[in-house]
């Protein structure tokens, strides 16, 4: 199975920072990367497909690069209503596994 | 708009079977892969299975294998989750998720239901 590591597993940042957030693949999934959000209580959300493609009505300011084993979630200005877990899934192989999640909350 | 329902979650004991059922609208079903994700209380995402527009192609996780059978109906825009001899490690909630380009992601989830296995 492919292993997906991400760093950090929690930040604090204030409204308007940038946040990055790493996903790390235990192998090569070129570019089959998915980002979802979750906020409490909710279903999660995807916000990135194919590592770097927004999901349609998705804000700018979220962003996806990379490709091979890492990749980063970037947010360029975060906002009140990003505080949530972040996770990352590959989509190269099954079983479709998951990072353990980052919780962005606020400073 | 797309909506799906889950529906069929509650208090099972350990060894006992749950049928899960996932209601799909505002979208062709029978063109859609079709997933099951759970998430555990306060733990992460885990997939748990995964089944072709057709129905022909299936897979799971190994945490499930020999235990959970996922199955569709297109005529009634329905996905299923047969759940036998659960465990008290299958308590979690469980989201249905519309998955788009052949499985590579899931677009839309519905609002989950839990299922608590429990003496």
Not at chain 1, 79 to 86: C, G, S, V
Not at chain 2, 45 to 60: A, D, F, H, K
Not at chain 2, 80 to 106: F, H, I, K, P, W
Request: glycine share 10%.
């Amino acid at each position: 199975d492919i292993q997906m590591t991400q760093s950090p597993s929690s930040l604090s940042a204030s409204v308007g920072n940038r946040v990055a957030i790493t996903c790390r693949a235990s192998q090569s999934i070129t570019n089959f990367l998915n980002w979802y959000q979750q906020k409490p209580g909710k279903a999660p959300k995807l916000l990135i497909y194919a590592a770097s493609s927004l999901q349609s009505g998705v804000p700018s300011r979220f962003s996806g690069s990379g490709a091979g084993t890492e990749f980063t979630l970037t947010i360029s200005s975060l906002q009140p209503e990003d505080f949530a877990t972040y996770y990352c899934q590959q989509s190269h192989s099954t079983p479709r596994t998951f990072g353990q999640g980052t919780k962005v909350e606020i400073k | 708009q797309v909506q799906l329902v889950e529906s069929g979650g509650g208090l099972v004991k350990p060894g006992g079977s749950l049928r899960l059922s996932c209601a799909a609208s505002g979208f062709t079903f029978s063109d859609y892969y079709m997933s099951w994700i759970r998430q555990a209380p306060g733990k992460g995402l885990e997939w748990v299975s995964y089944i072709s527009s057709s129905g022909r192609t299936i897979y799971y996780a190994d945490s499930v294998k020999g235990r959970f059978t996922i199955s569709r109906d297109n005529a009634k825009n329905s996905l299923y989750l047969q759940m036998n001899s659960l465990r008290a490690e299958d308590t979690a909630v469980y989201y249905c998720a519309r998955d788009a380009r052949l499985g590579d992601y899931s677009d839309y989830w519905g609002q989950g239901t839990l299922v608590t296995v429990s003496s």
